[in-house]
């Protein structure tokens, strides 16, 4: 017995999936780095395919997401009159958390050679920082 129940997608979804899989070939899964050197943490990213232009990077509840704008025609619900509507939905790229050592005040994005670099600086503060706390009473 199937107890499964099938999955409805929304017309918008299977849209910008049919968009993804089709425009250009598809798309490709970004290749990831992660390190820690002299000026803290660096993120390399290689993005194939997109335009640095439709790229976002934003720090979220100690959260680092970056992201690209795709553009997709528009359902019934997005027209107006007789005009195609283009809207922009966002391709998630990464989400990675912030190490709690990382100075999220300082964090740097560069696009170099085909990559986007992230840099996170370390706080210094929270490395060896050490004092004495009066207890009131």
């Known amino acids: ?4 129940k099938p999955i409805h997608f929304s017309k918008e979804l299977l849209m910008q999936a049919d968009f ?38 934003e720090i979220i509840n100690r959260q680092l997401l970056v992201y690209f704008g795709v553009s997709v025609f ?9 005009e195609d509507v283009v809207q922009t939905l966002p391709y ?5 958390p912030i190490p709690f050592d990382a100075d999220v005040e300082n964090i740097s994005a560069r696009y170099e050679n085909g990559k986007l670099i ?20």
């Open 92 to 96: 998630l790229l990464t989400n990675l």
């Open 118 to 137: 992230i840099i996170a600086p370390v706080d210094n503060m929270s490395e060896g920082h050490q004092r004495s706390v009066e207890i009131e009473y």
């Open 74 to 82: 528009g359902s019934e619900a997005f027209r107006e009159e007789s």
């Open 1 to 4: 017995m199937n107890t499964m």
């Open 20 to 57: 993804l899989n089709t425009t250009g070939g598809g798309m490709t899964a970004p290749l990831i780095d992660i390190s820690r050197d002299e000026e803290g943490y660096r993120v390399e990213i290689k993005i194939s395919g997109v335009s640095i232009e439709k790229t976002r990077v």
